[in-house]
């Protein structure tokens, strides 16, 4: 079909978007600035990369997170398609291989005919209909572009990475295998710390160097804080978030405090520490987290990494249909938006795309029901907190009456919304 459709950003929203607007006889034009613009957090050039965690959260339905994905998988989700293929052991969470995982998004947007791959660093709006997914990471001059537009500043908070280590330099003597509760699950590796390896680690964590950071200011996420902003908080915080030994028993033991290192990869070479995205120098990285029982011979293949995730005022700039106040020609999703998270952030580029597929056919339609979660999310990041919007997860507070009905009645509820939505297609 002959519309001028612009998608910028070749992240999770919009491969997403691409996929579903190509997929529905569209021609797309979609804009990716890597790898002629570097980034100070991918690691590859592939589209669709995992940069922080390989972990897409809980698999179960009666978690909002869980339940966003069956959603997702109701409304053809490509993301959806790459984690079944790149599926790793991660317990309750849905873990991927994240090489396998953007490999496959990026062969099905690069082999799609409806397709065309532009790397260029894009500044300005094209002719047509536009949607910007540039995520986190947009730059300064994407950001300046979009105040203009919309007469508004952006906003942003610090997030971070964890760090990953080699398999094999891992000390199984001192670590083993097992999920909470003994599950059974092989996709962890739990590393036990003693009272005093685990006072020693933790004095040594409070006082590490930190790397510097350079942006206007220091505002963490509460979803993603640093591990020695967490400990910082006191000397038990650790003991009952990233390191709570709570369902870890092993041969009749129980543990101060456990680490838990989760597999990375399909080949099960690399772990990633998990809950230690951090912001301490390279050097202090390697000598704090050696420290950790089992690790301390352990081979960094990846350091933890801290950057600026910035977003815009939905509530003041966006429609519900996710559209510019100032021109509804230009969608923003992703990230950007405001919606926080893997899941999240790619659920809103799909969503765009089909509020955008509605408005090309010119068929009047209903929208998304705030019974789904995915309905619920972008509610709330285009009316909610109008004074103090803040990014937000999926989760059961912002589903309307998610927390006083039975859980069956919710999914139930939910998934029916989302196929009556799609039916309109």
Do not use: W
């Amino acid at each position: 079909m002959q519309k001028k459709i612009n998608i910028i950003g070749a992240g999770l929203a919009g491969c997403e978007a691409a996929n579903f607007l190509a997929n529905h006889g569209f021609h797309v034009d979609l804009y990716e600035k890597r790898p002629l613009v570097a980034s100070p957090a991918h690691h590859t050039d592939l589209f669709g990369e995992l940069v922080c965690s390989n972990s897409l959260k809980n698999r179960k339905l009666d978690n909002a997170c869980g339940l966003l994905k069956e959603e997702m998988r109701h409304l053809d989700s490509l993301m959806m398609e790459a984690s079944d293929h790149s599926a790793i052991p991660g317990g309750d969470s849905l873990a991927v291989d994240r090489t396998l995982f953007a490999e496959y998004i990026t062969n099905k947007i690069k082999n799609n005919p409806n397709i065309t791959i532009h790397i260029e660093d894009v500044h300005d709006i094209k002719e047509g209909y536009t949607i910007i997914c540039t995520g986190p990471l947009s730059d300064e001059k994407m950001l300046e572009m979009i105040g203009n537009l919309t007469c508004t500043k952006s906003y942003g908070f610090f997030d971070a990475s964890a760090p990953i280590v080699e398999a094999s330099s891992i000390n199984m003597n001192k670590c083993f295998r097992g999920g909470r509760y003994n599950q059974g699950e092989e996709g962890y590796i739990n590393c036990p710390f003693t009272k005093e390896e685990y006072l020693n680690f933790y004095n040594e964590l409070i006082n590490a160097k930190k790397a510097p950071l350079h942006d206007f200011d220091t505002n963490y996420f509460e979803g993603c804080l640093p591990i020695e902003i967490i400990a910082s908080r006191g000397e038990d915080t650790l003991r009952f978030g990233p390191l709570k030994p709570k369902g870890l028993e092993h041969e009749g033991k129980e543990f101060y405090a456990v680490a838990q290192l989760r597999q990375d990869d399909y080949a099960a070479n690399l772990y990633n520490i998990v809950g230690f995205q951090t912001n301490l120098t390279y050097p202090e990285q390697k000598r704090v987290f050696s420290m950790i029982p089992g690790l301390e011979n352990a081979k960094f293949i990846r350091y933890g990494l801290m950057h600026r995730n910035s977003y815009i005022f939905s509530p003041k700039v966006l429609t519900e249909h996710m559209e510019l106040k100032s021109n509804p020609n230009i969608y923003v999703a992703g990230q950007l938006s405001g919606a926080e998270g893997y899941v999240e952030s790619a659920a809103s580029g799909l969503l765009a795309a089909y509020y955008l597929y509605f408005k090309l056919i010119g068929k009047d339609f209903k929208k998304l029901s705030f019974y789904s979660v995915l309905g619920s999310l972008v509610s709330y990041i285009t009316h909610t907190g109008i004074n103090n919007f803040k990014p937000m997860n999926a989760n059961f507070g912002i589903v309307y009456k998610a927390n006083k009905d039975p859980k069956e009645a919710v999914i139930e509820r939910a998934l029916k919304a989302v196929d009556d939505f799609k039916s309109q297609i």
